[in-house]
């Protein structure tokens, strides 16, 4: 079981599937916006959200259903980019997803989108390595390998940005997250971006430098769980329901007893690791233990400047698709009700609300 986001797959995916969505997203619009007491909910293995698989096993999930009434079916789905284009068609109502694969895949693709819980942000997890030197201007001239459109392609191009450089002063190579690794063992790669737990196994080398991280631009790889806007709004049972769920999840795996070791354990047997691994993986995501620091973050303008250069980037390489004229063709709305992009478009929307009914003990 691997254990990280593949997103390698992104581009022939979003170009076999286009028709397939479009039709999906009209057909099933009306459906999805009726109440109902049956939800399927879709995530991926990656350190910020398996949570979701504890809380399925362990049996929290089903008991604040319960409470509410409802029924909540939690799926893994291996490959991370199929589960955003499954809950892109219709076949869940909602997905774990970084923040700008959120914008580029549901929302660019025409399903408003709710970011209904903001679990973490990486601090550390991802970062550019270069091989014999740790000065990061020296990454001017060389091939960088790394997942291309992914949020490591999105880190390489802030880590330029930082350096007074652009990526014409680059060349991004394609690489598979399997197949990173090996490569920087390669005699004539010399330079590649990539995340934990491939991001630790690399820097381990003597070789091997990471000039820029995750942690140098905080707030900005952001992981969710977002669900359908129209679900969630003729269904409020099911945002009170994953909330409070979510938020008993991190109270267990924060603690330093027994039950808390017990659940992070757990979380990463399941993710292919250890305790060990699992907690070294933590120390490097910023995660949002308590629902009142969650909303302080979402509130605050972190997300408003973040967001701003996710879809100036997302523009650049064509992830907003053909039909987008400019980065404004998706609106994108935040907590305080201000828009990025198109009012008449708003397609991704931040939502504080239910983060903060479990800080004030409303659930």
């Known amino acids: 079981m691997n254990p990280f986001r593949f997103a390698f797959r992104r581009l022939p995916l979003r170009l076999l599937m286009l028709g397939f969505l479009l039709a999906a997203v009209g057909a099933t619009g009306t459906a999805q916006a ?10 991926s293995i990656y350190v910020g959200w398996m949570p979701w698989g504890f809380g399925a096993d362990s049996g929290i999930v089903d008991r604040w259903a319960e409470k509410y009434g409802i029924d909540i079916e939690i799926v893994q789905i291996n490959d991370y980019i199929e589960s955003i284009n499954l809950y892109t068609a219709g076949a869940f109502d909602g997905v774990t ?6 914008l580029t895949i549901p929302a660019a693709g025409g399903v408003d989108t709710t970011a209904l819980i903001v679990g973490d942000f990486s601090d550390g997890n991802d970062g550019l390595i270069l091989k014999g030197t740790d000065r990061l201007e020296d990454v001017r001239g060389r091939n960088v390998h790394l997942v291309e459109l992914s949020v490591s392609h999105y880190l390489l191009a802030r880590a330029l940005d930082s350096a007074g450089m652009t990526e014409r002063d680059i060349r991004v190579v394609n690489t598979s997250d399997a197949d990173i690794v090996g490569a920087f063992g390669s005699r004539d790669v010399e330079a590649v971006v990539t995340w934990n737990p491939q991001l630790g196994e690399i820097r381990s080398r003597d070789d091997a430098h990471v000039v820029f991280d995750s942690s140098q631009i905080p707030g900005e790889i952001m992981d ?10 003729a269904n409020p049972a099911l945002g009170k329901a994953l909330t409070g769920a979510w938020y008993e999840i991190m109270e267990v795996m924060r603690g330093d007893d027994e039950a808390g070791r017990e659940a992070r354990a757990a979380m990463g047997e ?10 070294a993986q933590l120390a490097s995501t910023r995660m949002f233990y308590d629902a009142s620091d969650a909303v302080a973050f979402v509130t605050g303008e972190g997300p408003i400047e973040t967001m701003e250069k996710v879809r100036q980037f997302a523009f650049e390489h064509g992830l907003l698709g053909e039909r987008a004229p400019s980065p404004d ?9 201000s828009i990025l992009g198109s009012p008449d478009n708003v397609q991704f929307r931040f939502s504080a609300e239910y983060m903060q009914m479990a800080a004030d003990g409303e659930l």
């Not at 009726?34 to 995530?43: G, H, N």
């Not at 969710?224 to 709004?233: H, I, P």
């Not at 399941?270 to 907690?279: F, K, N, S, W």
């Not at 998706?330 to 009700?337: C, K, Q, T």
């Open 224 to 233: 969710l769980l977002v669900v359908n806007t129209a679900v969630l709004e």
């Open 97 to 102: 997803v970084t923040n700008m694969d959120a």
């Open 270 to 279: 399941a993710g292919g690791t250890d305790l060990a691994g699992y907690e």
């Open 34 to 43: 009726q109440q109902k007491d049956s939800f399927r909910i879709a995530w």
């Open 329 to 337: 063709f998706v609106g994108i709305e935040f907590a305080d009700g």
